[in-house]
C-alpha cells in the first residue's frame, strides 16, 4: 500500500483516494447536470459527511451560490434550490416546511437529491403527502450514493455502527442490502469486477451473494480507463460477530485508545477539554477544543502502541531538530531558498508534534488512572475467565456506579471468555445492574443477551442470540490468540494492539490469507490465482482502530472497508430500540 | 424498348407553353400494376382508397340496402373479405388508416384496415337524410370527417380518435351545391359551402357568412369545391363548363379552365399535385360512358389531356391513382428534375453525368470521362440525378440514376453524402413495399409526408410484423421503440387468436408452444419487454400463458409487477423476497395493504421473514412513535415473539415519562417473560415491576435504587424497606449508606457506622471520604485499616503512591509496585519516585 500525499495535504492510500474521487465525481455529477446557479439546502446531519468530499471552494466551482440549512426560508437567487437530504421523516418533515415557508417564485426550480439512497418508503410518503402537493412543486427526485466514507486515510466506512444491533435485535436485513449495495458501487470503478468474493459468516456470506446478485444483473460497461480505477485481485468478506469480543476490549494503539477515550469524529477531529489539554486550571472547564487529526504526523503515529509513543514522538523530535539544524553562515543560495521551502512544513509538524505528545500524555494519564485496572482484569478473563461466579472487580465497579458502558464491556469479556455464564452468576449481575443504573440498563443488558455479547451458559435457549457463538476457549487454541512474546516496540504480531491479545478476527484473515482463503465460501471464479495480495477486505459489522493498526501489518490487504469504525462504547449506544 | 423508354413513354404534356419545355405541366402515367386476377368492381358501388397508398374498400349491395365492404391490398389481396353493413351511405378512409362508414341512419362506424369495428359514433341527433361525408386531413397523423345532410347541416368530428360533434349550417335553407371541409395548420376546422352561385365559409364556433367573391359566374350554380393538397388553392367547378383555380380565401381567381364538351356532367373534381386538376366526367346517367380530363392549373392551354374510363380514382397528396379491374396507374407531375435528367435533348448538366454514367457499362466508357467532364456544376447534376431517382418506379431506372450520382461524386470533393444514403435506403423500402405481395404503390414524396412511424403502424395493422421488422431495420431511425412495438403487437396478434380459440386457449401443450414460440422472438430483441406481453396475456384474459411468459422476464420488478398484476401475490411476495431487493419487497407490501385486509395481508408477510422484517420497519417509521409501538406489539403477539415483546416494552418503560405508564409496560415485559418461559428474567422483571409503585409512593420515579438508598442513607428504617424491596445484598446496601452519608455530611453517624460493623473493611469508608474531598475524615478510618493489600489500597486512595510503593517495594511485589506507578502518573513528583523504586526493583 502506498501511502501518498494527494491534495489539501491529505494522508491517504491510493484505494481510499480512488473511492473518494468516484464519491466525489458522483457529487458533481448529480450538480452539474443543473444547468444555471444553484443553492444548496441542507440536512445538517448530512453537512459533515458530504464535506468530507467536497471543500466550499470546490462547490463554489460547480455554480454553487450559497449553502442554506433546511430550517432558513430565505428567498434565493439561484436557479436551483438543491436539496441534499438523508432518507428519514424528519428529512421530509422538513423539506416540506421549507416548501410551505420560504418564499421563492416558482421559476426557482427545487431538485431534491436524497443521501445516499432515496428509501422507497420516503419517496412514496413524499408523493402522497397531501395529494402529491408536495411533489408537485419538486422538479426531481434523485439520490446521490456517497456511501463510502475516509477513515483515517486508510478504510472506507459507511458510517453504520447500528448494523450489529439491527440485524441481531431486528433481524433486519436491509442493512446487508445496503452493504451489498455499497460494495457493488465500489466495483464499478475496480478494473476488472467479476472478481472473486471470498466470505466467511452469515452476514458476509449474504452480503457476498446479494452484491454477486447486482452484479450479475447489471450489464457490464467497460470502464473508462481515463478514470483511476482499483485494482483488487479479490473481495473478502467476513462477519464482526465471529469475533464480538474484540471490540469489547480496550484498544492500545494510539488511535485506538484516542477513539475509546475521546470518540474520533466523522471528520477526522476530536475535541478535548481545553483546560486539560492546555493544562490551564484558569480555563473554563467546559470549553473544547478541536483537534484535526487529518495530518502528517497523526498518519505516522495512528498505529502505534501507546507504550512505543515516547519513542516514536522522540524520534519525530529528532527529525524535526535536525531539519531545523542549519548553519546560517556556511548555506549557500539555493540551500537557503530550500529551507525557506521547507519552513513551513517544518513550523507545522512542530506544531503537530506539540500536540500529539499532549495528547499522548493525556491518554497515557486516563490510561493509568482510569483503565489500567480494567485492562488488567481484561487480560486475567483472556487467560482464566470463570463462568461459575461473578469477578469482584465487576462488582464493586457496579456498586461504585462504575461508567456503565465499561461494566457492560466487562461482562461482556467475562461471559464471551468463559463461554456463558451460570444463570446464577447472569441474574446477580443483571439484578445488580438493575439496582445501580436502573431499568433503561437492565433493557440494554437484556439486549446485550440477544445480540450474543452475554450468554447464558447451558440456559433453556430463552434469549439466545441467533448468530454462531463464539467459542473462546477453542479459538484460542487454534489461532493463538494470546501469544507469548509481543513486542510493543516493534509490532511483529498482530497481538500488539490489545497488548498481547490478537484479535481473533484479524487472526481468521491471516490465516485466510495463508491458506489462499480456502474452506472460505466463495463466489466467482480467480483471475489472478497465482497472486495472493490486492484483496480488499471488508468487515460487515464494524472494524476497531486498534484492529486496522493489526490489519495493516498484512500487505496482501490493500484496502479496508467496514460497515463502521467502532469502539466498544460505540457498539453498546447503538443499540437500537425495538 | 428500354426500361427508360418505358418510362418516357408515359409522360404527356398537357400544358405546352411557347417557350421552353421545363416550364410545361407533364402528366406521368405510370402503370404501377397489371394484375394477372381481376379486381371485382361491381355496379352500383362505392369505392375508397386510403391515402398514402394505402388499401382500397369496395362496396357493393346484394340485396336492396345491405351492403357488403371487402378491404383489399392495391394488387387484390384481400384484408377483409366481407363487412356487411345495412343502410350504408357512403365509405372514406382516414389519414391513420381507418376506414369510415356512413350510413343513412347517420351512423358513423369506424374499421380498422382490417376491417374489426373501432367506434361507432352516432350522428342522429344532430343530422336526418345524410347527403355527403367527407374526411379531412388534420394534424397530428389524425383526420376528422363531416356529414352533409339534406338540410344543408353539416356535422363534423375533428379527430376520428376523439370523437366529438360539432355542427354548423349555413344561414340559407335553400340546397347546398357544393362544400368543402379543411383544418390549416394551427387553425380552426374550416367549412366552406356553394349554395347556388353564393359562397359561405366559416370557422368552428363561428357562423357561416357570405364570402366575398367577385369572381363568381351567373346563370349555373357551382357543384364542387376542391382544395390543393397545401390549401392554398381552390378548385371550384361551375356547371356552365368551367372551372375556376381561386387562392384560398375565396377573394381572388387566379386561373379560369374552360371545359369543353357541356353534354358530359362533372361528377369529380380534384387536383393532381400541384400544378393540375382533373375532371371525373359522365354523359347522362351512363356510367360506361366517362372520362377524366386533365387541365394545367395555371396556363391556359387547349393541351388537356382527355381519357376514358371506367376506373376508380384515388386523389393522393401528389398525383391520383386509377384503379382498373386489372391494373393501377399513378398520374403525377414530372417534376423538373426528371425533365432535366431524362428529357429529350436536355442540355442540362444532369443529363451529361446520367449520359456518361450510362456509358460506363457499355463497350462505349471510354467516353464516360468525355461526358463527365461536360458538366459545370456536378454537384448539381448529382442532385438532380438523385431527385430523379426517387421518382422513378423502376428498380432499374433507380440504379442507373443512383450510379450516376455516384459516378459524379468521383469529380467532386467533400460531397455530403448523407442525403445520397438516405435515399438509397428509402428506395429500398419503397420497392419492398410496392412488391406485389404488400401492394403498396406509395411514392417517395408521400412516404416522407407518412413518416416511418406511421408507415410501421399501417404494416403492423395489416400484421405485416416480418416485414414491418424489415423495414424497420432498413431505416434505423424510430429507435428500439420501433421494434418493441412491432413485436408487442406481433404478441398481441397471437394472443387475440389464442384467446378467441376456445380450444388453445385451455390447451397447457398449446400454451406452451406458444410461450416458446414467443420467447423465442422476443429473446432476439433483448430491450423488447417480455413483461409488456406478460400484461397484454393477462389483458387477453390468458393467465396461463402470462405466468409462463413472465418467467423469461430478466427483469426481476417487472416479474413482480406482473405477478401482482395477475393476483399472484404470495408468489409476487416470494420472488420480491428472493431478489433480496428491499425496495421491489416493500412495493409489493405496499400494495398489499392497499389491497387486502390488514389481517390478510399480515398473514401473507407473515410467511415470508424478509417481507415480515420490511413490513415492521415500515411500521416503525410509518406513524407516530404510539401507534407504531402498538402495531408492532401485535405483530410480534401474532408471531409469539416474546422476546421481543418483552424487550418492546422494556423499551417503552425506558422512553416512558409517565409512572403509571411506565409501571405498566414493566408488567407487561413481565408477563412476556412468563409465556417465554424464563423463570429468573420473570423474577427479576416482576421485582423490577414490584418495586417501582413504591417509588412513585415517594415521588422518586427518577431515581435508581442506588440512589434511593443514598439518598436515605442516615434513615436505617428506610434502608431497611428499600433493602428488603428490591432485594439488595449487604455490600450494596454498606456501600451505598457509607456514600449517602458522606454525602450528606453525617460524619459522627458514619463513624457509629464504621464502629459497629464493618464487614467489607473500612476502604469503602476512605474511598467515599476521598470521593467527597473530605480528607481529614480519611485518617480515622485509615487509622483502622490493617493488611498489606488493605493498606497499600488505602494509600493509593489517598494519593500517597510513594508510600505505597515503598511497602510493595519492601514486599518484592512488582505486580502491585506497577499498578502503583501507573496510578500516580499525574502526581508528577510521585510518578518519578515510583518510577525509580519500580526500576530498582530486582527481576
Redesign the interface.
Known sequence: MVIEESEGNYWSCVEVRIGVEQARRQLFAALDSLEGTKSIVWDKSLMRKVQQFASPQLFKQHDVAEHLALNNYKSVQSAHVVFFLSPTLNALDSLCAYIDKASNPSTVLYQVFFIPEAWYVIREKLKERENGHYWKRLESVKEIPLVWFPRDGECLSLSQPELPSRLLLNGDWTYLHRCAVALFNLLQIQASPSIPIYSRGQWAEDVARMTHKLRANSEQTPQNSSQSSLQFNRIVLIDRWLDPLSPMLTQLTYAGLLDELFEIGINASLSVSKCDFEENAQLDPFDQIDIQLDEELFHRLKHVHINAMGIELSKILQEIREDENYDKEKMSVAEYQLLVKKMPRILKRKKSAGQHMRLAEMSRSELSQKLSDIVKIQKELLFSSNSDKMVPFIEELIIEDGNLNDVLRLIAVHSLTAGGLKTTVLQQYRRMIWQSYGIEALNKFMKMQKMGLVREKGGSGKMACEHTPLLFQQMNKQYDLLPEHVNEMTPNDTAYAYSGYASLLVRIIEEGIKLRWAAWNKIGEEIFPNDNSQVALFVVGGLTRAEIASLRLLPQISLILTSSVTTGAKLLENITDI | MSALDRDRATWINIATPDSTLNDAVTLRFQRCYSLAESIKFADPMHFAACPYSGPIAICWHNVETNWTISIQTATGRFLKEKILVPDMHSVAWTRNHQLVVLTYRGTVMIYSAVGDLLNEIPFSQSIHDVRDLRVFETYADDSGFAVLDQQGRIAVVNKVTEPVIWTISPPSKEQVTAWAIIRQKSKLTRVVVAISEIFYSGHQGEHLTVADTPWVLSNGEYRHIEFRNDLELVAVYHNSGFIQIVASELTVEVHRITVANPDYSVIKLGWVGSSAVFALRRKGHDVRDRNIQFYSAASNSDGNYELLTLQNIAVESDGIKLYGGTDVTFVSIVSDAEKAVLGVVSQDDSAFLYEAAKKLDTNESHSAYENAIMVRDMPHAIRQCILCAQAAWSVEIQKTLLKAAKFGMAFTSGYDTTEFVKVIKLLRVLNELRSKRLGIPISFEQLQILGESNLLNRLIETGEFGEAMKIHEWLETDGPEGADRILLNWVHGILKRTAASSKTQYDAVEIKKLNDKIIAKLSQYPHVSIADAAKWAIDAKLPTLARLLIKSD?D?SKQVEVLLKLGDITEALEKAAA?????LI??VI?HLMKIQRRSDYELTIRKI??AQ??Y???IR??SDCRVAGRQ?LAL?EQASDY??Q???H??T???EMNPSERLNA?RRAKDASHN???K??E??LS??AAFAPGQSQRNEDQL???EAVIAHASDPGKVAQLKQQ???AD??VF??TIEGLVKAGKMEQLFDMAQKKANYGYLPFI?ACMKYNKIEECNKYFAKVTGYENLVAAHVEMGNFVTAAKMAFDRRDSDTLQ?IF?????DKDAYEKVGRLVKSLPR
Open positions: 430478466p426481476e431478489t433480496d431487493k428491499p425496495q416493500l412495493q405496499r421473514p424478509l422484517c420490511l415492521q420497519e415500515l417509521e410509518d408492532m410480534l422476546e421481543r418483552m424487550l418492546l422494556l423499551d418503560a425506558s422512553n414493566l417465554l418461559g424464563d429468573p428474567l423474577e427479576i421485582d423490577v435508581k435504587i442506588r428490591a432485594k439488595l455490600k450494596q456501600y451505598w474511598k499498578n501507573m496510578k500516580s502518573f499525574k
